[in-house]
């Protein structure tokens, strides 16, 4: 969650999207009231349920070919059709199929090696240099980097200005780099903006390995769809890692990327049925500064493993679906946010990337200094109130599968719409700061099944719904836990539902699973590393399945 502080009319006003908390001068407070929050980032309001995406982020590797470009025969290709292009430092020469259509030159102090028409060209050797493809549009290309390194000082490394589709086949057992200039020519509309670059549907595929570095703006880009499957990816010193604009998917293959601005992405905007990402299977892992997996409209995660190590928000698209997969998230802001979508404005404005409500307000000389980093009512029940303020969203989390963990320096599982969950291991280790939660949604949280546990701070703690089939648990602590604490969850009988440990201080413990009965008194202990029991537990709060009201 992210906060834009403004300080008017004697009041710190925090402009988030679900509510609005003011904190009145010290002169006149003597209370402080903050509502349930979320970034300009999250914006949810009336406006956003005007219009609907349409699209569908699929699920399963049955409905690759009807969703997007990709066919399992995009690698096929004949030894006699394809064209040889040799990299020679400054120069290259090429034998075969269409070697008539390949020509070599020099601009701006580097080969550049031009290929028109489509067809199959195989590429070896290492090049200073760039190499621009042009195809008919009803055109394929298929680009085989067989041992391949090329060199741009002004361009793209590889550039794909037109074709139907175009393939990237990362030959078995080939190491491959693909490295770009940091400048481009400010003359040129719609310049090549990637490392690899395609203007065309793009597949990479094979199994070998390719290494981009993208050093004026993105790794990979595809103009329209962009599909992976076989081969190990590894994105360097990008702005944006691997952009795929109409969708992106990731079928199987090892996906490494280390970017400032978004990491593995689709970000069309501008068409209700794109803006589409699709995680189906294979390893991805993402250190960015900025969202590490984010689509426009929808996202969903089926199989796989994501690791996100470092992000502002780990996984954001207006509707979110996961299915399966094993997943580790790390964010200074919210782990997973569920906002913007098609129709709705902008959600990349971030006036305080940390979403510190808690932290200290604009240092004119009117306000504390040191405002406190959560609100609590004591131990027992959480603190009461109505659950969103603001009219919710049309967007959405649904989990049905796969293990989740979350460590976020703001939200954890955010949504501004609805939380739906009915299957899966999920574990959110929410803020220190009392102005965000370990979850939050502007509209319900409906569980009926799954596995739920969230902890962190209890100013904005927040549950899901006490009509849900499943029964949870939220319990404000009695003192703040500090990090490396285990704590169990017992109920009167002191029987143990479940037992964790903290990664960081907590104050509020979230749980719902089949063992949490409603109408069932439970209580939460400090204990011993190792014990079976509660018997030498510290109790720490007190509180019935299914009988809470959210934080406002």
């Known amino acids: 969650m992210t906060l834009s502080n403004r300080f008017s009319e004697g009041?710190?006003?925090?402009?988030?999207?679900?509510?609005t908390a003011a904190f009145v001068t010290l002169a006149l407070a003597s209370a402080v009231t903050l509502s349930a929050c979320s970034s300009d980032s999250d914006e949810a309001s009336a406006d956003e349920t005007a219009t609907e995406s349409t699209a569908v982020a699929i699920t399963d590797v049955s409905n690759l070919e009807d969703a997007t470009h990709y066919s399992e025969s995009d690698a096929d290709y004949e030894e006699a059709d394809v064209t040889e292009i040799a990299l020679d430092g400054d120069t290259a020469s090429a034998t075969g199929a269409n070697s008539d259509g390949v020509a070599v030159e020099e601009a701006d102090g580097e080969a550049v090696i031009t290929v028109t028409g489509g067809g199959t060209y195989r590429f070896s050797g290492e090049l200073s240099g760039h190499?621009?493809?042009?195809?008919?549009?009803?055109?394929?290309?298929?680009?085989?980097?067989?041992?391949?390194?090329?060199?741009?000082?002004?361009d793209a490394a590889v550039s794909i200005t037109e074709a139907d589709e175009a393939t990237v086949i990362v030959a078995d057992g080939t190491e491959n780099t693909l490295t770009d200039g940091s400048t481009r020519d400010e003359d040129v509309d719609d310049v090549a903006n990637a490392a690899l670059y395609s203007k065309a549907d793009l597949t990479i595929t094979g199994t070998g390995q390719l290494?981009?570095?993208?050093?004026?703006?993105?790794?990979?880009?595809?103009?329209?769809?962009?599909?992976?499957?076989?081969?190990?990816?590894?994105?360097?010193?990008?702005?944006?890692?691997?952009?795929?604009?109409?969708?992106?998917?990731?079928?199987?293959?090892?996906?490494d990327i280390t970017s400032v601005d978004t990491g593995f992405g689709s970000d069309n905007e501008d068409d209700a049925d794109r803006g589409?990402?699709?995680i189906l299977g294979g390893s991805i892992t993402v250190d960015t500064g900025d969202d590490a997996i984010k689509a426009e409209n929808a996202l969903a995660i089926a199989e796989g493993t994501v690791l996100v190590t470092a992000s502002e928000e780990a996984i954001e698209a207006a509707n979110i679906e996961i299915l399966g997969g094993d997943i580790d998230l790390t964010s200074a802001d919210d782990a997973i946010n569920a906002a913007g979508g098609y129709g709705t404005e902008s959600s990349d404005t971030d006036d305080d990337p940390q979403g510190d409500m808690g932290g200290q307000p604009p240092q004119n000389g009117e306000m504390p200094t040191d405002m406190p980093t959560d609100m609590t009512q004591g131990g027992g029940q959480p603190p009461q109130g109505g659950g969103g303020m603001d009219q919710a969203g049309n967007q959405s989390v649904t989990i049905s599968g796969g293990t989740i963990v979350m460590d976020a320096e703001g939200d954890g599982l955010d949504s501004n719409g609805s939380i739906t969950m009915t299957g899966g291991d999920v574990t959110v280790n929410g803020p220190v700061n009392g102005g965000n939660g370990a979850i939050d949604f502007a509209g319900t949280f409906d569980i009926s099944g799954g596995t739920l546990l969230a902890i962190g701070s209890s100013g904005m703690a927040e549950a899901p719904d006490t009509d849900s089939d499943q029964a949870s648990l939220s319990i404000t602590l009695?003192?703040?836990?500090?990090?490396?604490?285990?704590?169990?969850?017992?109920?009167?009988?002191?029987?143990?539902?479940?037992?964790?440990?903290?990664?960081?201080?907590?104050?509020?413990?979230?749980?719902?699973?089949?063992?949490?009965?409603?109408?069932?008194?439970?209580t939460v202990y400090q204990v011993e590393d190792g014990a079976t029991d509660v018997s030498d537990g510290t109790e720490l709060g007190t509180g019935t399945a299914g009988e809470y009201t959210n934080a406002m």
């Open 478 to 522: 009695s003192e703040t836990v500090n990090s490396g604490a285990t704590l169990a969850v017992a109920d009167a009988d002191g029987n143990i539902v479940t037992t964790f440990t903290t990664i960081k201080e907590i104050q509020s413990v979230v749980f719902s699973s089949a063992d949490v009965t409603s109408g069932t008194e439970y």
């Open 211 to 255: 290494t981009v570095d993208g050093t004026y703006e993105d790794g990979i880009h595809s103009k329209d769809g962009l599909v992976i499957t076989g081969p190990n990816v590894t994105v360097e010193d990008a702005d944006d890692g691997i952009i795929g604009k109409d969708y992106l998917v990731l079928v199987d293959g090892t996906v």
């Open 276 to 278: 589409w990402l699709s």
């Open 11 to 19: 009041k710190w006003t925090s402009h988030g999207s679900k509510n």
């Open 131 to 154: 190499v621009v493809i042009t195809a008919d549009s009803e055109e394929d290309v298929q680009v085989i980097l067989n041992g391949a390194t090329i060199t741009s000082d002004t």
